[in-house]
Structures are given as structure tokens and as C-alpha cells.
């Protein structure tokens, strides 16, 4: 069983509409769970990162919750836009050896 | 089977000195990714190669850095005239095409430049 499991597994959403993301993971112990970006075609690009303090992180249009107790994050874009379109990976990082491990990421389709 | 390996394990060079570090990703992977992660930092997206297009190299930080891979396969990581802050470790991961989020990581390359 994968320690990142991601929710769901793919999205389809109309221009201007919210979506979430979820993100559930057993690393442990935990260092840092960062989110990605990652355009059909082109490397992943890091939205956010958290560590365990932290519980919310925006970056514009993007933000990002981290329960640490729960060991569940989201990914929350607001009005979304068609460049939205993407897959969105969650990488937890565990303080052993900075091990990462990655979700399988959610494809998410924003459509006119 | 065998997973992505790296090459050299370790590798300490002095200020100045070209290195190349080699990436062997999962046989019959597509895609193939070189990241980099300094100490205290996280993931850093280097460059990309999917299949026969084009490279997306947005990532590379200077144009001392440059990669091949050949024959779809082999990758090899240059940095010329390595500087101190190149040290980190280097990743390399594969995945079965580019629309497969599920990366495969090699076990890395730590470079430490004196």
C-alpha cells in the first residue's frame, strides 16, 4: 500500500469553479509534505510545502491545509482556470534519510 | 527488476571541476527526471526527457548544468565548473510515460564540491 494515497484520481471541473484535493499519507516520521504541479509534458513545480507546524499555506489561487494528527492534507484551488488543468502530485517527506514519497497524483481537467 | 540506479554513490570534487553523474532508469520507462535537493531544502526540479521531444529544462539553475539521454535510456547530469553550492544530492527518477504520476527514484548521487 502506497503511503500517499490521493484523491481523487481524477477531476473534471467548469472554468470558474472550486475544487479540492485530498492527499492522506502514513510517512512517518513526518518532515515536509509539499504539493505539485505538473503540466502534461514538463517537470512537476512545487506549490506549497508544510511542515508539521504549519497548518494552511496559500500560493495565489492554490491553497493548502495540513492536519497533522489526522495525517490528511487538501489542496484547494479557487476559481479555477482552464491552465489549472493538471496533475497535482502530493510528496511527503519523512526525516529518514529525507526519504519522499510521492502520491499517484490527481489529473484535474478544467473545462470551459 | 531492477530499479533506477545512479552513479556514482558519492562524489567529491574540488571547486572548478566538471563532474557527470549517471541516471539508469527502470527499462522500458519514457519519462526520466533529474531533481536535486540541498541540505535543508526540498525537492528541486533540474530537467525532464520524454521520449524523443524536447527536453524541459526550465529547471536548470545555470547553464553550467546540461544532461543527455541517450537512446532513450541512459541519462547522464553534467555540471561544469562545479561550485560549492552544487553540493547536494542528486535524484534521478522514471516513470512509465509522461502522464504517469508515480515517479521511481534512483537512490542518488551526493555530490560535495570542496
Known amino acids: 500500500k502506497n503511503q500517499v494515497e490521493q484523491s481523487p484520481q481524477s477531476l473534471i471541473i467548469l472554468e470558474g469553479k472550486n475544487c479540492t484535493l485530498q492527499?492522506?499519507?502514513?510517512?512517518?516520521?513526518?518532515?515536509?509534505l509539499r504539493w505539485y504541479k505538473q503540466d502534461t509534458g514538463r517537470g512537476p513545480v512545487s506549490l506549497t510545502i508544510m511542515t508539521f507546524s504549519e497548518n494552511t499555506k496559500s500560493n495565489g489561487r492554490y491553497t493548502a491545509t495540513l492536519d497533522a494528527d489526522t495525517k490528511q492534507s487538501s489542496l484547494h484551488i479557487t476559481a479555477s482556470q482552464l491552465s489549472d488543468s493538471a496533475s497535482y502530485i502530493c510528496?511527503?517527506?519523512?526525516?529518514?534519510?529525507?526519504?519522499?514519497?510521492f502520491g499517484a497524483g490527481t489529473r484535474l481537467t478544467v473545462k470551459p | 527488476g531492477a530499479g533506477v540506479s545512479q552513479s556514482p554513490s558519492n562524489k567529491v570534487t574540488e571547486k572548478g571541476k566538471d563532474v557527470e553523474l549517471r541516471c539508469d532508469p527502470i527499462?522500458?520507462?519514457?519519462?526520466l527526471y533529474w531533481y536535486r535537493q540541498s541540505l535543508g531544502q526540498g525537492l528541486e526540479f533540474l530537467i525532464y526527457?520524454?521520449?524523443?521531444?524536447?527536453?524541459?529544462k526550465s529547471g536548470l539553475p545555470s547553464d553550467r548544468f546540461s544532461a543527455e539521454r541517450t537512446g532513450g535510456s541512459v541519462s547522464t547530469l553534467t555540471i561544469q565548473r562545479t561550485q560549492q553550492e552544487d553540493s547536494a544530492v542528486y535524484l534521478c527518477?522514471?516513470?512509465?510515460?509522461?502522464?504517469?504520476?508515480?515517479?521511481?527514484f534512483g537512490p542518488g548521487t551526493r555530490l560535495t564540491v570542496t
Open positions: 526527457f520524454q521520449g524523443n521531444s524536447a527536453p524541459d
Open positions: 527518477a522514471s516513470s512509465w510515460t509522461e502522464s504517469s504520476y508515480e515517479q521511481y
Open positions: 492527499c492522506n499519507y502514513t510517512v512517518s516520521p513526518f518532515s515536509n
Open positions: 527499462s522500458g520507462h519514457t519519462a
Open positions: 510528496v511527503v517527506t519523512s526525516y529518514n534519510n529525507n526519504d519522499m514519497r
